[in-house]
């Protein structure tokens, strides 16, 4: 069975620092790309960053370039999203995602709150 857990999301005050994690299992991690999405209320899901399965290469958009990284522990089975300098716009449900040949899974969501 495949599940992708996230944590680590909460309230933080504007020019703070969150760390989440996905917990992945069920499936062959090393094969996947791994990515975090976020939709906020109102708007489409939106792709804030994403590491190749190997070679741990990544790419952001540039609304976060600079202030968020992803990276991966292939031996835990686990993704990390580092978020610092956050702003109120970065408010919504971060997810999980992991991918692979037009395969995909989704993880339930991680709310973060950016609000003083």
Same mark, same amino acid.
């Given at each position: 069975? %495949?599940?992708?857990? +996230?944590?680590? &999301?909460? $309230? %933080?005050?504007? &020019? &703070?620092?969150?760390? $989440? ?15 975090? !999405?976020?939709?906020? #209320?109102? /708007? ?6 994403? @590491? ?7 790419? !952001? #958009?540039?609304?976060?370039? &600079?202030?968020?990284? @992803?990276?991966?522990?292939?031996? /835990? /089975? ?8 956050? /702003? #109120? +716009?970065?408010?919504?449900?971060? !997810?999980?995602?992991?991918?692979? $040949?037009?395969?995909? !899974? ?7 709150? %950016?609000?003083?």
């Amino acid at each position: 069975q %495949v599940q992708l857990v +996230e944590s680590g &999301g909460g $309230l %933080v005050q504007p &020019g &703070g620092s969150l760390r $989440l994690s996905c917990a992945a299992s069920g499936f062959t991690f090393t094969t996947y790309s791994m990515s975090w !999405y976020r939709q906020a #209320p109102g /708007k489409e899901r939106e792709l804030v960053a994403r @590491i190749g399965p190997v070679s741990g290469s990544t790419n !952001y #958009p540039d609304s976060v370039k &600079g202030r968020f990284t @992803i990276s991966r522990d292939n031996a /835990k /089975k686990t993704v990390t999203l580092q978020m610092n300098s956050l /702003k #109120p +716009e970065d408010t919504a449900v971060y !997810y999980c995602k992991a991918a692979r $040949l037009g395969n995909s !899974y989704w993880g339930q969501g991680t709310q973060v709150t %950016v609000s003083s």
